[in-house]
């Protein structure tokens, strides 16, 4: 298997923004994870989970209000991890989940 970017090494096509949304991973053997998002842009986000998730690998992304989004882990370690999106979002939708900090919820 190609090695993916590390944390490190990860090159990002849009910048990211800070979030704080909830979110559910679907791992194609595992099943479901909820998760937390800690940023996003139009072509991937950060997350922390409780499971380790291995570079490559394939998951479904559920965001409140839409339908799950194809997206392939970039990088997992001590519980955080990247994702990058088979499908760009559109920008105000990343906008949109860009707005949800700590103290909005909105």
């Given at each position: 298997m190609q090695k993916l970017a590390t944390r490190e090494?990860?090159?990002r096509v849009a910048e990211r923004r800070p979030t704080a949304t909830p979110g559910v991973l679907r791992h194609f053997r595992r099943g479901a994870?909820?998760?937390d998002l800690v940023d996003i842009s139009t072509h991937?986000?950060?997350f922390t989970s409780r499971w380790p998730f291995?570079?490559?690998a394939r998951v479904f992304l559920g965001l409140?209000?839409?339908e799950p989004r194809l997206a392939t882990v970039a990088w997992h370690e001590d519980g955080q991890g990247g994702l990058r999106f088979d499908r760009p979002l559109r920008p105000v939708v990343a906008e949109?989940?860009?707005a949800r900090t700590p103290l909005s919820k909105s």
């Amino acid at each position: 298997m190609q090695k993916l970017a590390t944390r490190e090494e990860e090159r990002r096509v849009a910048e990211r923004r800070p979030t704080a949304t909830p979110g559910v991973l679907r791992h194609f053997r595992r099943g479901a994870e909820f998760i937390d998002l800690v940023d996003i842009s139009t072509h991937g986000c950060g997350f922390t989970s409780r499971w380790p998730f291995e570079a490559g690998a394939r998951v479904f992304l559920g965001l409140p209000g839409f339908e799950p989004r194809l997206a392939t882990v970039a990088w997992h370690e001590d519980g955080q991890g990247g994702l990058r999106f088979d499908r760009p979002l559109r920008p105000v939708v990343a906008e949109r989940f860009a707005a949800r900090t700590p103290l909005s919820k909105s």
